[in-house]
Structures are given as C-alpha cells and as structure tokens.
C-alpha cells in the first residue's frame, strides 16, 4: 500500500520546537518534491514549505520563514519539518504531501499522494 505517514505533533509551549516528520512506506520519495500544509480550524489549508526532489531547493510560507526547516533523507524516504519558536498561531494539523514533480511549483498541483495528517497545539 502507498502511503505517507506523519509523526511528531504533539502540545508543546509557545516558543517551544517539534519536529515532524513525512515517512513513505511502500515507495520511494526519491524523485518528487514533498511540502508540508496546515489547517486550522475554520481555516482553508495553506501551504507551509517544500523541497525538491533532491533536497537542494526548499521554500516557505512568509509566516514561517527563518523558524521552520525542512529537510529530507531520502535514503530514509523521509522529510522532515523542524519547527522552532513555535507560536499559538502555528496551531494546526500538519500534512505532508508528494507532488507530481521534481520540483516545488508556486501553485500547488493535484498532489500524488497525502498523508493523515498530525496535529501540533502551542498553548500560551
């Protein structure tokens, strides 16, 4: 079975660091880029950062920018997102997901695969 599959969410302290990660179980994650997306409740979905193929080109959202790295092994078929001075407003629950590329594209494409997603809280 093809899946993506997140782990590392979790209630943490406003200022505080997690690191999620995006695991492949069933297929390589070698030749696409993976990015990373929330939702809030009552919120639509947002992009949060991406990483090509080979892990050389990564981008993020503003909102996130010089707090959050991704990251990829993919001799692990695994990204990572390590998410530092974590604010309430970061509250959400994490997707990973496999574009149908090499590379990151501005606008989000028909994904090829989603994970279930993993829930990050920062209280106050």
């Known amino acids: 079975q093809l899946r993506l599959v997140e782990s590392g969410g979790g209630l943490v302290q406003y200022g505080g660091s997690l690191r999620l990660s995006c695991a492949a179980s069933?297929?390589?994650?070698?030749?696409?880029?993976i990015g990373w997306f929330r939702q809030a409740p009552g919120k639509e979905r947002e992009g949060v950062s991406c990483?090509?193929?080979?892990?050389?080109?990564?981008n993020y959202t503003n909102s996130v920018k010089g707090r959050f790295t991704i990251s990829r092994d993919n001799a692990k078929d695994t990204v990572y997102l390590q998410m530092n001075s974590l604010k309430p407003e970061d509250t959400a629950i994490y997707y990973c997901a496999q574009w149908p590329y090499f590379y990151c594209t501005p606008k989000a494409p028909r994904m090829r695969s989603w994970g279930q997603g993993t829930q990050v809280t920062v209280s106050s």
């Open positions: 990483i090509s193929g080979s892990g050389d080109l990564t």
């Open positions: 069933g297929f390589s994650l070698d030749y696409y880029a």
